[in-house]
């Protein structure tokens, strides 16, 4: 009931397209929705996240939508440059009880010119 | 915004010998710190919960004679490999919950640990 699962595992996206991971969880009481990046010898950064509260969030180029009904969420990337090109974590946690968080399995992204 | 400084960035031990990576909070007070290790090519997977002033919590499969976390200030946690062999080889990273009104977490930049 703690595992987040991740799809898909990579993905090759050219540059300008979209490109979209998606995830699901199980466990109701997970409050708060991460989406990390990480590159090659670098820890993860915060990318964007999101609170049940509501089903879309957005910030420049990046963007969660939220299913609290499906247990499901995605990250959509606009516009994809090569520099968006690392892993992409989707996590979960129950923020309000400073729990730890949960990561998805990744998705490597590679975006080509 | 809130920092957690992980060092050192990367260290290369010989087998059997102990390594301490630290993690300092440095503008906010951290009563908890989560470790994480990454497998090359995989995903983050929580070793230990470290609170101040009691004793970490463990995950399951995680030896805690192992790894030895300490926890001893509000701004302070330190994770020790002893005997590290060849298959501790790995990315350590310390993260923090956020504080105040303000949630997220913060992560440390991680540590490279090679055992040869």
């Known amino acids: 009931q703690q595992q987040v699962k991740q799809s898909p595992q990579s993905l090759i996206v050219q540059k300008g397209g979209i490109s979209i991971i998606n995830c699901a969880y199980e466990?109701?009481?997970?409050?708060?929705f991460p989406w990390y990046q990480q590159f090659p010898g670098k820890g993860p950064a915060l990318l964007i996240a999101i609170r049940p509260d509501v089903s879309e969030k957005k910030e420049g180029r990046f963007t969660i939508s939220f299913n609290k009904s499906a247990k499901q969420f995605s990250l959509h990337i606009m516009d994809s440059q090569p520099g968006d090109s690392a892993t992409y974590f989707c996590a979960a946690s129950r923020e309000t009880s400073y729990d730890k968080v949960i990561f998805g399995p990744g998705t490597s992204l590679s975006v080509i010119p | 915004g809130a920092v957690v400084s992980q060092h050192p960035s990367r260290v290369i031990c010989k087998s059997g010998t102990s390594v301490k990576i630290e993690c300092r909070s440095l503008d906010f007070q951290a009563t908890t710190m989560f470790w994480y290790r990454q497998f090359p090519k995989q995903s983050l997977m929580l070793m230990a919960t470290s609170n101040e002033g009691s004793k970490a919590t463990y995950e399951q499969g995680v030896e805690k004679d192992k790894f030895l976390i300490n926890h001893a200030s509000l701004t302070l946690s330190t994770l020790t490999v002893t005997s590290a062999h060849p298959e501790d080889s790995s990315f350590y990273i310390c993260?923090?919950?956020?504080?105040?009104?303000?949630?997220?977490?913060?992560f440390g930049s991680g540590t490279r640990l090679t055992v040869v």
């Open positions: 993260s923090a919950p956020g504080t105040g009104g303000n949630y997220g977490y913060t």
């Open positions: 466990n109701t009481a997970f409050d708060y």
